[in-house]
């Protein structure tokens, strides 16, 4: 069956632009996360959606980073005003249910984000 | 807080060689341990996980890994390289039982090369 998309694959902007990158689950999966791959900073957990339950947002690194989940299942991930060092392969995953010991989570392709 | 060290950020093997990937992790709850394997230009794949029960875990492509509480590892190994296992690697851990989300920390990865 599908895996979980992302888009774009790759994103080029300006300094200050506002970005929205998107990702669509695996259908059924009720948990969503968003990582952030970069040369400085490894992996980093951003956020996470369980169900109807509120966000973990602990990973956001400012402000001008959020995301909204519609329905249960797309995601949207927003940076405003981008700086250089958000420049990163932003990576969504989703899993079945929200158990670790049983829901793999299952990653996207990632979508990278050059700011110039 | 939770944390992961993967030993050695570029490892080079020759085709048909023991394959040792060392992980070491630093958790104050049981932890869930996981190895994930990115190909190039692609997202993560799950290779292996423990969550309780045998510390002796095999995965897919011939990899297994063994929790040692001892030593906080849970190093990831292959008796036999092959020239499709070149990739990165990456460890990772999330709080286990009695945790309150379920995100994943990571380690910096190892990056395999097999050399034929």
């Known amino acids: 069956g599908a895996g979980v998309s992302q888009s774009p694959s790759n994103k080029v902007t300006e300094k200050g632009k506002d970005v929205e990158l998107r990702c669509d689950p695996i259908?059924?999966?009720?948990?969503l996360y968003w990582y952030r791959q970069s040369l400085g900073q490894g992996l980093e957990f951003l956020i996470y959606?369980?169900?109807?339950?509120?966000?973990?947002k602990s990973g956001l690194p400012s402000d001008r980073f959020s995301a909204e989940r519609t329905g249960g299942s797309v995601s949207t991930l927003t940076i405003q005003r981008t700086q250089q060092e958000d420049s990163a392969v932003y990576l969504c995953?989703?899993?079945?249910?929200?158990?670790?010991?049983?829901?793999?989570?299952?990653f996207g392709p990632g979508t990278r984000l050059t700011v110039l | 807080a939770q944390s992961v060290t993967q030993l050695g950020s570029h490892v080079s093997v020759s085709e048909g060689a023991l394959v040792l990937l060392r992980c070491n992790y630093s958790?104050?709850?049981?932890?869930?341990l996981f190895w994930y394997v990115q190909y190039p230009n692609q997202g993560l794949q799950l290779l292996l996980k423990?969550?309780?029960?045998?510390?002796l875990v095999k995965g897919i492509n011939g990899f297994e890994a063994e929790f040692k509480k001892s030593e906080t590892s849970f190093h990831l190994t292959k008796p036999s390289a092959h020239m499709s296992d070149a990739a990165e690697y990456f460890c990772?851990?999330?709080?286990?039982?009695?945790?309150?989300?379920?995100?994943?920390?990571f380690g910096t990865g190892t990056l395999l090369a097999v050399q034929p």
């Open positions: 995953a989703s899993s079945l249910g929200f158990e670790i010991n049983t829901d793999t989570q299952y």
């Open positions: 959606f369980q169900g109807n339950s509120a966000p973990d």
């Open positions: 958790s104050s709850v049981p932890p869930y």
């Open positions: 259908s059924g999966h009720t948990a």
């Open positions: 423990y969550t309780t029960g045998a510390t």
């Open positions: 990772a851990v999330s709080e286990g039982y009695g945790g309150a989300t379920n995100k994943l920390i």
